[in-house]
């Protein structure tokens, strides 16, 4: 059965990637959430999408230029709405540590493009060993370079492939990667496509799907996972297929 994830938490509701936003996606029943992670000056994982602070708190510059304690002080909520001042950039430690069901799925995304972050693999892992996460997880990034290392250090971690184009024999391309998941834009899927890479036993979380009628023809595709800001929509759909 095909499972709802929550995207940045429950971003249609709440500011993004905000403990605000993924608690509002538990709320929702989701069955996952998916977060983006980046390392700050002081080698902390926080919880942000753009490798920027600018777009979403009060303050601007790269993550990467701010330590830790300074990444805290930032307001990541009034961009959003003034009823979430004060809202704080969340670290990777606290999103691990949620109180959630043995079956959560957490999709961990490790940033990747113009700007990199040596080492974010090991500080990752390090996490999900702490908090005993290991079947919970799925690892995905654009850097494919960054989930064949983690599969390298952690095999029995899951990783995805994001892609925002169709691959030439995807199937074939996973398999160099010893990755376990494709996550692809939902626009680049057909049924042929889906058939074959759940024949050959990889798993299809798609992105960012916030239509119930496209939500409800992806589940008929049998797509693993999909993506969404709006989860209760995917619940909903969920429900009347369960």
């Not at 090991?122 to 908090?131: E, G, Q, S, T, W």
């Not at 169709?166 to 889906?194: F, I």
Request: with cysteine; hydrophobic share 35%.
């Amino acid at each position: 059965m095909t499972k709802i994830i929550g995207h940045r938490g429950a971003m249609g509701y709440r500011p993004e990637n905000t403990m605000t936003s993924f608690k509002k996606a538990i709320e929702l029943k989701s069955h996952g959430i998916e977060l983006d992670v980046h390392l700050t000056k002081d080698q902390v994982a926080v919880v942000m999408h753009d490798d920027r602070v600018d777009r979403t708190t009060d303050r601007i510059g790269r993550i990467g230029d701010y330590t830790y304690p300074q990444i805290k002080r930032l307001d990541a909520g009034s961009w959003f709405s003034k009823g979430y001042a004060g809202e704080r950039v969340p670290s990777l430690e606290e999103v691990l540590a949620l109180s959630v069901s043995s079956d959560f799925i957490f999709n961990i995304e490790l940033k990747a493009g113009s700007v990199q972050y040596p080492g974010i693999e090991r500080v990752v892992l390090a996490l999900i060993d702490k908090y005993n996460r290991h079947k919970q997880v799925i690892v995905s990034s654009f850097d494919h370079g960054g989930i064949v290392a983690i599969k390298k250090m952690a095999p029995d971690i899951k990783t995805g492939a994001l892609v925002s184009s169709r691959l030439y024999h995807p199937c074939q391309y996973l398999a160099t990667m010893g990755c376990d998941a494709l996550h692809p834009d939902y626009r680049t899927l057909d049924k042929g496509m889906v058939d074959s890479l759940l024949k050959k036993g990889y798993e299809i979380n798609t992105y960012t799907v916030n239509h119930e009628k496209i939500i409800a023809r992806l589940m008929r595709m049998g797509v693993t996972g999909i993506i969404t800001n709006y989860p209760d929509l995917g619940i909903r759909q969920w429900e009347l297929n369960s």
